[in-house]
T-cell receptor, first 115, second 115 residues
Framework: SQKIEQNSEALNIQEGKTATLTCNYT??????LQWYRQDPGRGPVFLLL?????KEKRKERLKVTFDTTLKQSLFHITASQPADSATYLC??????????????FGQGTTLQVKP | ETGVTQSPTHLIKTRGQQVTLRCSSQ?????VSWYQQALGQGPQFIFQ???????GRGNFPPRFSGLQFPNYSSELNVNALELDDSALYLC??????????????FGPGTRLTVL
C-alpha cells in the first residue's frame, strides 16, 4: 500500500541555521508532492507544491527538492527563525497522477528553532 | 486566515453517541474534504464532496457520513462513536477539483473526545 514516511523525531536547530526535513514514499509514483506547516491546535497551511518534472522549487527562505528515483523529497528552511518552529507535513495525492485534494500525509516532523 | 471555519471547536461525547461537525468553506469553493488527525499523526483522508456529491472516500466505515450544501457549508456525521474516534477533525476546501493549482485551505479543526 502507499506509504509516506517523515522523520518522527523532532529536529532541534539553532537560529540562523538551515533546517532540512525528509519525506520518503513507497509503492507510489506521484505527479505532485506538497508540503504543509501545522501549528499546535491549528489546521495545516499549504506551503509549496512541486511537480515530478521539477527538481527544485523555491519560495522565499523555503526550498523543496523532489527526486522520483530515490522516491524522496527534501524540505529546507534557510536562515531559520524561532517563528519557523512548527510541525511540517509532507503530502501526496491519493491518486498519484492527479492533484485531486484527496491527500495522504506523512506523520510530520516537528521543528524547534532555538534563539 | 484561510476563510474556512469549523464548529464546534471542542466536543466531548460518550461511546455509542452520534456527532455532527460543521465546516464553512470560502465562497466559490466547490470541493470540501474531511480528514481525521490522531495525536502525533498526520491527517487521514475520510472523504471528499464535490458539488454536493461524494467524490471519493478513504478507509473509513459507513458510520462516517457527510453532506455538502449549496451555501458552501458541509457536515461530517459520525454514528455509534468509538473511543478511537477521538481526534482532531479537519475540513479542507478548494476552488478546483484537480490540477496543479488545486490548493487546499484547511480549517482550524474540531477536537472530538469520546469517553
Amino acid at each position: 500500500s502507499q506509504k509516506i514516511e517523515q522523520n518522527s523525531e523532532a529536529l532541534n536547530i539553532q537560529e540562523g541555521k538551515t533546517a532540512t526535513l525528509t519525506c520518503n514514499y513507497t509503492n507510489y509514483s506521484p505527479a505532485y508532492l506538497q508540503w504543509y506547516r501545522q501549528d499546535p491546535g491549528r489546521g495545516p497551511v499549504f506551503l509549496l507544491l512541486i511537480r515530478e518534472n521539477e527538481k527544485e522549487k523555491r519560495k522565499e527562505r523555503l526550498k523543496v527538492t523532489f527526486d522520483t528515483t530515490l522516491k524522496q523529497s527534501l524540505f529546507h528552511i534557510t536562515a531559520s527563525q524561532p517563528a519557523d518552529s512548527a510541525t511540517y507535513l509532507c503530502a501526496l495525492d491519493k491518486f498519484g497522477s492527479s492533484n485531486t485534494g484527496k491527500l495522504i500525509f506523512g506523520q510530520g516532523t516537528t521543528l524547534q528553532v532555538k534563539p | 486566515e484561510t476563510g474556512v471555519t469549523q464548529s464546534p471547536t471542542h466536543l466531548i461525547k460518550t461511546r455509542g453517541q452520534q456527532v455532527t461537525l460543521r465546516c464553512s468553506s470560502q465562497s466559490g469553493h466547490n470541493t470540501v474534504s474531511w480528514y481525521q488527525q490522531a495525536l502525533g499523526q498526520g491527517p487521514q483522508f475520510i472523504f471528499q464532496y464535490y458539488r454536493e456529491e461524494e467524490n471519493g472516500r478513504g478507509n473509513f466505515p459507513p458510520r462516517f457520513s457527510g453532506l455538502q450544501f449549496p451555501n458552501y457549508s458541509s457536515e461530517l456525521n459520525v454514528n455509534a462513536l468509538e473511543l478511537d474516534d477521538s481526534a482532531l477533525y479537519l475540513c479542507a476546501s478548494s476552488r478546483l477539483a484537480g490540477g496543479p493549482d488545486n490548493e487546499q485551505f484547511f480549517g482550524p479543526g474540531t477536537r472530538l473526545t469520546v469517553l
